[in-house]
Structures are given as structure tokens and as C-alpha cells.
């Protein structure tokens, strides 16, 4: 699955562009915002400016669910879905077994409780 930049603002310091620049890489945040700042020092002046204004007006923010947490997608398989399922259907037919069964301790507890 191909990766998408997005700008991280809760770990960024202006706009998250450097933070979600960090994020697609995976590189340290403070190494992309030190390579941004000396980029911009040793004569790509107004050039790394325009491109990190357009980076942060065009990308999009980073999801994220309502506790905080960045959202991502599941990855499972549908080998990993369909063993999963058939041990939810198993565990379901112990169950119906054991609450169908002429179980007379069951029952009995049952009885009991009323």
C-alpha cells in the first residue's frame, strides 16, 4: 500500500509540514526541520519558503480518531478474517450446544435463581 503525505500538526511546530514530511519518510522530525532551516540559510531562500507555504496549503491534515491517536486502517488478510470467523462460529456453536443441551445442572441452576 502506497503511503500518502499528510501534514502532521500535533507533532509539528509550524503548520506540520516538516512533522508530516518526518512521518512519510521516517526520519526524525528535528533532522527534516534542521535540513528545512539550512536548505533555506545556504541560498534556496525564497524557493524552500514558497515550498513549504504550498506543501501546507495543499496537503491534507493527518485523520485522526476522537481520542487523539492517528487513525490507520486495519491490515488484515482474508485468510487472517475467514480463521477468525470460523473461530467466532465455533466458540457460538459450543454455546448454543451447552445452553441446548439437556444439561441438568443447567437447570438446576436455573431453578435456583428463580
Not at 507533532?11 to 506540520?16: A, F, I, R
Not at 512533522?19 to 535540513?35: E, K, L, M, N, Q
Not at 467466532?88 to 441446548?100: C, G, N, S
Request: hydrophobic share 40%; aromatic share 12%.
Amino acid at each position: 500500500m502506497r503511503k500518502k503525505f499528510y501534514l502532521d500538526r500535533r507533532n509539528g511546530m509550524l503548520m506540520g509540514v516538516c512533522a508530516g514530511i518526518s512521518r512519510y519518510t521516517g526520519w526524525d522530525a528535528t533532522w527534516v526541520r534542521v535540513g528545512a532551516v539550512l536548505l533555506t540559510l545556504v541560498g534556496l531562500f525564497p524557493w524552500t519558503l514558497i515550498a513549504y507555504g504550498v506543501a501546507a496549503w495543499a496537503a491534507k491534515p493527518a485523520p485522526y480518531d476522537t481520542l487523539g491517536y492517528e487513525y490507520r486502517a486495519p491490515r488484515t488478510s482474508t485468510h487472517e478474517i475467514r480463521s477468525s470467523m470460523r473461530d467466532i462460529d465455533r466458540r457460538m456453536a459450543e454455546v448454543e450446544q451447552y445452553v441446548t443441551d439437556n444439561n441438568s445442572r443447567l437447570a438446576r441452576e436455573i431453578e435456583e435463581l428463580r
